[in-house]
């Protein structure tokens, strides 16, 4: 049996950077996805976390539902989609955000996540929300 070495040959990604990047993630399609986030809240976080960020998604998910611009619903369904997956894993406890993001919000964003801030800091002093 002869081999050829070409037949064996993979191809490679030399001088790319293609090979160091993650795969692109495979994006739910919104109910799919407000479900999975719910369940993953009700299985990884405390109650009170659970209680706080199920409002948070379904307020959210209620506020784009009738959004037409597909940038922002890729955008929006690929932050919620990485979101699960950090919750998932665990590794989402005490990560910060990254500055990136934050320049890129908008000043009703900025107020938005202004508020959850002080209502976690709220509960966490076990004050009233």
Do not use: C
Request: aromatic content about 8%; hydrophobic content about 35%.
């Amino acid at each position: 049996m002869r081999i050829f070495l070409r037949l064996l040959a993979n191809p490679t990604a030399a001088g790319s950077t293609a090979g160091l990047k993650p795969a692109p993630l495979a994006l739910l399609p919104p109910i799919p996805l407000y479900r999975r986030l719910l369940r993953t809240h009700r299985n990884y976080l405390p109650k009170e976390m659970r209680l706080l960020g199920d409002e948070y998604v379904k307020s959210e998910f209620r506020a784009h539902r009738d959004v037409e611009n597909p940038v922002h619903i890729i955008g929006f369904l690929t932050e919620w989609q990485m979101y699960a997956q950090k919750i998932e894993g665990d590794s989402w406890m005490g990560e910060k955000l990254d500055g990136g993001k934050i320049e890129k919000m908008s000043d009703q964003q900025l107020g938005q996540l202004y508020e959850l801030m002080q209502a976690i800091q709220n509960k966490e002093r076990g004050g009233d929300g």
